[in-house]
Structures are given as structure tokens and as C-alpha cells.
């Protein structure tokens, strides 16, 4: 997250290289970005003959430097009273603020406002997603309740199954008595028949 030194240099100097005086600080990681500025020093090189580059000039602007330097010259060459200048420069100042707490009262709003266009588009997503889940649902218990209902080929069938079960019961159950009545005869027809020899008495 880099961060840069506000220096007086020479021209022929590199960026980098050596420098005159730091007169401030940039910081663009800030929401808005962050500037420390020593602003007597400031305008005192503007008015020896600085010249800002062109991001030092708009962060030297946003500041209101390249204003306040422009009233000095003014106050420099008498068109107006030193007093007329630190009054006009307060103003400024006091306009610069109200703007930069609109914007920010604005950048929150939106940011509030962005948040609730997005829950209330997941809500909008969700209710899709319930409406096509109680569809299917709807679709699945329809054509599991579709057999159960009375239909001709149905009620044709159910009487036809009774009356087939009832009839094997009835051919199970009629061999089991005849069988059971024929058991006696087969019984003492296999019997031997056996002569019992009495003791004579002597």
C-alpha cells in the first residue's frame, strides 16, 4: 500500500534522489485520500517560483494552496487588504468542507441504498427459487396420487383379484376334508388281518 513524501526538489534531481525539504504527505489508501500538508511551507515555495508537477498541483489545488497563492499575490501587489483574503480564503475552506461532507453523506447513502437493492434482489432470487421448488413439488405429489384414484381399469381389477383369491382358498380347502374323510378306509384296508391262537386248557 504505497504512500508518497510531498518534496521541494531540484528538477535535475531523480524522483527518487535528493530532495530540498518534505512538505507533506500523500496518503491514496483513505477513502477520501488522506493529505498532510505544512501549508506556510507550502505556499512559501510556491511563491519563490516552485513549480508543482501535475499531481502536485491538483493535490496542492484540492488543498487550496494554489488559491491561497493567488490572494497573496493579489495582497502582494495591493489589489486587496491581507484581512479580505484570510476572509475569503475561510470561506473557501468552509465551502470546501460542506462539499466534501455532502459527498460523503452521499457515498453513504449509496452504499446503503446498494445494500438494500441487493438483499432485496436475493429475496427476489429466493422467492424464484421457492415458487420453482413448490412447482415440482406440486408436480411429484400429482403423480404419486394418480394410481390411487378410482379409474375403470382399477375398479375392474380389484373385484376380479377378490374373487380369484377367494376361489383358491375355497379348491385349498375342499382337498384338505376329503382327504381327511378317506384316511379311515385306506387305513383298514392296509391292516393285516392276524388270527389270535387261545390257549387250550388241559
Known sequence: MAMYDIVVADSRSPRDGKFIEKIGTYNPNHDPASVLLKETRALYWLMVGA????????ILSHEGMM????LQVGVNKGAITQEVADERF??????????VANAADTKSEKKAQSKVDRL???RQVNLARAEVLRKKNAVAVAAFE?????????EV????AVAEVETVVAQAEAPVAEVV???????????PTTEIEKPTAE
Not at 513549480?51 to 491538483?58: A, E, G, L, M, N
Not at 488559491?67 to 493567488?70: A, D, N, R, T
Open 51 to 58: 513549480q508543482p508537477t501535475d499531481t502536485t498541483r491538483s
Open 67 to 70: 488559491l491561497k497563492k493567488h
Open 90 to 99: 475561510a470561506a473557501w475552506k468552509e465551502d470546501k468542507a460542506n462539499l
Open 120 to 122: 432485496e434482489a436475493e
Open 146 to 154: 394418480a394410481p390411487a384414484e378410482s379409474t375403470p381399469a382399477a
Open 157 to 160: 381389477a380389484a373385484p376380479v
Open 181 to 191: 374323510v378317506a384316511e379311515t378306509p385306506v387305513a383298514e384296508a392296509e391292516m
